[in-house]
């Protein structure tokens, strides 16, 4: 059996909660998975906006959820008070979100089908001018971020409530990452955010940023990898979608001998 990560340490930067699947995947190719999220996350500090939005539940028309910690972080507390409306329709940003979803018994979520994004959402027919002008739209989502979905939803015409229902955080030290680097023992890093980037480049010193800057990282997004270039990093890797577009480009990936 051919395990092209055979000998390769990888780092996984994902929050803790979303890395299980890739990290397997890269043991299962014989890598060795390294979890160093560069998000923490947590509850959101005040729970009131969300105690309302659930509260009002039955005066929105659609619901979208940004990522899988917005359904962690909201679903819970929502089930505990009270049912999901019949008439709620959800929409996801990606086939992650659309999964945590269905763990909490809710089906036939609507998501974007090739890119994971506000701009591939805000292309779906649902949330169109005609569709959300006059109407409710509830986005349940981390503390900053883009604000590009909710202005372009009320430039469509929606009422539009967006909810912080988790925080994200750096962490507060690099870690094992700059000994690794200083001992020629880190490969490769896949990268799921531009925060989380910058988190990395903020913690790191000097000789660990010039470490990075020659290291393989491997990004899903175009966004974060315009980001990546302008950083400095010399090796960015674009990859497909999910964990599946991840793997594919680590397993297609020249490595050096050794």
Partial sequence: M???????????????????????AIAEQGGEALLFPLLEISPAPDPTPLQAAIAGLDSYA???????????????????????PTTLRRLAIGPGTVTALAGYGLADTL?????????????????????VAGRRVLILRGNGGRELLADSLRERGATVDPVTCYQRSAPATAGPLPELWRRGQLDALTISSSEGLRNLCALLDEPARQSLQTTPVFVPHRR????????????????????AGIMAALGAFAWPRR
């Fill in 111 to 131: 998501a974007p089908q090739e890119r994971f994004d506000s701009e591939a959402l805000l292309e779906l027919p649902e949330l169109q001018p005609a569709r």
């Fill in 2 to 24: 051919t395990l092209p990560l055979r000998g390769r340490r990888i780092v996984v930067t994902r929050p803790r909660a979303q890395a299980a699947q890739l990290l397997a």
């Fill in 62 to 84: 659609l619901a979208i959820f940004i990522s899988p910690n917005a359904v962690a972080f909201s679903l819970p507390v929502l089930l505990a008070r009270r049912p999901w």
């Fill in 224 to 243: 974060i990898a315009e980001l990546a270039r302008s950083l400095g990093l010399q090796q960015v890797i674009p990859t497909g979608p999910a964990d």
